[in-house]
């Protein structure tokens, strides 16, 4: 059955999921005694199957796990990973502060250590983990932010080269850029301190590029704004998220406020949506055979039936 165009734009090329800081612990132990974190990302899942929603990819924009460890990663990996399956949908994890690289690698990536005897001579990963994925010619690239032992974010002087590199030949469908630290300004003067590091460094080797949107987590609630002309999309937290409205110079997170977001790609723009999470009740609703209904009428009859107020 033919689906009709009822506004003036065609359906999303691509749909990506964008989730960040699920902040796992081992033995589904509750973060802070208060938060399931488990509980609150088996219910987004679910919300994206019963909408019908087919992502092509799942994006994880760091802090995936709260303490790095490999229980809470295999963890998430098998609830992400049956419901991607679902789909056929790719999965891209991005390490985030909270992560711990070598468990990350090995949990997630299911990548297996060059050299046992270097890793335990050295038990601090010092090699950022970035990656490049590629979605029927829409290149993801997720660029490592987090610093061993450390809260705020940086980009080495050779990732900046590998970016560099890796921009050089424009994509098909052109780059997003996944990162846990966003290169935005922040209100809550705590996260300043823990911020991006060095932005006008990473904003040269942006400019110009073919990047289209950049995705972000790390300060646990949405928010947008633009850096190197390019716009930023930060998704909430899944786990918890922070109080806008506590008073002034305290941070304050709560169980509450829980969002996704759907990153809809289109030829010529991305839009991107907040999909809260959790079961709420409905106060007005317009069911599929209404709009069946209005696909039918042509589409002045449609104006009429539909946006007329009465």
């Given amino acids: 059955m033919a689906v009709v165009q009822l506004g003036q734009y065609a359906p999303a ?12 612990l081992a033995d589904g132990a509750a973060l802070y005694g208060a938060v399931e974190t488990d509980q609150t990302v088996h219910r987004a899942l679910e919300q994206l199957h019963r909408s019908g929603i087919r992502p092509d990819a799942l994006i994880l924009t760091g802090d995936v796990a709260d303490r790095g460890e490999a229980d809470a990663y295999r963890r998430i990996r098998g609830i992400v990973e049956a419901a991607a399956a679902q789909w056929d949908a790719a999965i891209i994890w991005v390490m985030g502060n909270h992560d711990q690289r070598k468990s990350f690698r090995s949990e997630l990536l299911g990548e297996a250590p060059d050299d046992q005897q270097s890793v335990d001579q050295n038990p601090v990963d010092q090699n ?58 922040t209100p809550l003067p705590l996260m300043s301190v823990l911020e991006l590091q060095d932005q006008p460094r990473l904003a040269a080797v942006l400019a110009g590029s073919d990047v289209r949107a950049i995705l972000a987590g790390h300060l646990h609630y949405s928010t947008q704004g633009v850096f190197a002309g390019i716009p930023v999309s930060v998704a909430a937290a899944t786990c918890y998220t922070m109080d806008l409205s506590a008073p002034d110079r305290e941070m304050t997170g709560v169980n509450g406020g829980q969002t996704l977001n759907l990153v809809h790609v289109y030829a010529d723009q991305i839009t991107h949506s907040q999909l809260p999470i959790g079961d709420y009740t409905a106060v007005t609703q317009f069911f599929a055979d209404y709009v069946g209904e209005l696909a039918a009428l042509s589409p002045e009859d449609r104006r009429l039936a539909f946006s007329r107020q009465s």
């Fill in 128 to 185: 950022p983990v970035d990656q490049l994925h590629d979605l029927d010619g829409l290149r993801i690239i997720a660029l490592d932010t987090s610093v061993p032992g450390y809260h705020h974010g940086e980009v080495a002087d050779a990732q900046l080269e590998w970016l560099r590199q890796v921009l050089s030949t424009p994509a098909r469908r052109g780059s997003i850029l996944a990162l846990h630290h966003p290169p935005i300004p």
């Fill in 13 to 24: 090329e691509q749909i990506l999921v964008h989730l960040s800081d699920t902040h796992f």
